[in-house]
């Protein structure tokens, strides 16, 4: 069972909006900043996407945006092109005492 | 451009110990912290432990703790993560992960670049 509980897929038609949510608690997404969110396709490596929650790194279209409000994170994708196939996990560091981030169980964005 | 490329795939019997590398490229190695995280089959991911820039401190997963060591080679530009006493649930996908900071126990926190993963399946 992950730490963080994001829906297991979310579809879409071409040009339109999708948002994936990722829910934690007052000991990670809800206590800090700190959530990232990253694309992966099976074989290659994730890519970053956002990170402090709405912050995007040089390179990632601008389609690609975060929010947070209490304990839920969101990444919003906007006018969903076919690339954008993949999966998506969001992490979000932590103050347990026995690890330092946690993370989502991850989101199949599939485009129909 | 940064690259972190991992080594091959590995096949243990469980008890083994295994050890997998993470050549880094592009940028300037000893600038950065370096951290691991692995995924199981149908799981999600999962935080093991990392390494800061001095290759002196690290700090680890309380899961993984006595069994995985995360070292670093400056010479060779490659990070490894040794984990022992395989067992059959250890069979994942291990990726490094750099953040943009020297000292991987502060922030940011969030990993801007990872390596292909790699691997390791434990069988009899």
């Known amino acids: 069972q992950s730490a963080l509980t994001q829906p297991a897929s979310v579809s879409g038609s071409p040009g339109q909006s999708i948002t994936i949510s990722c829910t934690g608690t007052?000991?990670?997404?809800?206590?800090?900043?700190?959530v990232s969110w990253y694309q992966h396709h099976p074989g290659k490596a994730p890519k970053l996407m956002i990170y402090?929650?709405?912050n995007r790194p040089s390179g990632v279209s601008s389609r690609f945006s975060g929010s947070k409000s209490a304990n839920t994170a969101s990444l919003t994708i906007s006018g969903l092109q076919a690339e954008d196939e993949g999966d998506y996990y969001c992490?979000?560091?932590?103050?347990?005492?026995?690890?330092?981030?946690?993370f989502g169980a991850g989101t199949k964005v599939t485009v129909l | 451009q940064v690259q972190l490329v991992q080594s091959g795939a590995e096949v243990k019997k469980p008890g083994a110990s295994v050890k997998v590398s993470c050549k880094a490229s592009?940028?300037?190695?000893?600038?950065?912290?370096m951290h691991w995280v692995r995924q199981a089959p149908g799981q999600s991911l999962e935080w093991m432990g990392c390494?800061?820039?001095?290759?002196?401190?690290?700090r680890y997963s309380q899961k993984f703790q006595g069994r995985v060591t995360i070292t670093r080679d400056i010479s060779a530009s490659t990070v490894y993560m040794g984990l022992s006493s395989l067992r059959y649930e250890d069979t994942a996908v291990y990726f490094c992960?750099?953040?943009?900071?020297?000292?991987?126990?502060?922030?940011?926190?969030?990993?801007?670049?990872w390596g292909q993963g790699t691997l390791v399946t434990v069988s009899s």
């Open positions: 390494i800061n820039n001095d290759n002196v401190n690290t």
């Open positions: 592009g940028y300037t190695f000893t600038n950065y912290a």
């Open positions: 402090e929650v709405t």
């Open positions: 007052s000991r990670d997404v809800g206590g800090y900043n700190y």
């Open positions: 992490t979000s560091y932590t103050s347990s005492s026995t690890l330092d981030y946690v």
């Open positions: 992960a750099r953040v943009p900071s020297k000292v991987a126990t502060f922030p940011p926190y969030y990993f801007d670049y």
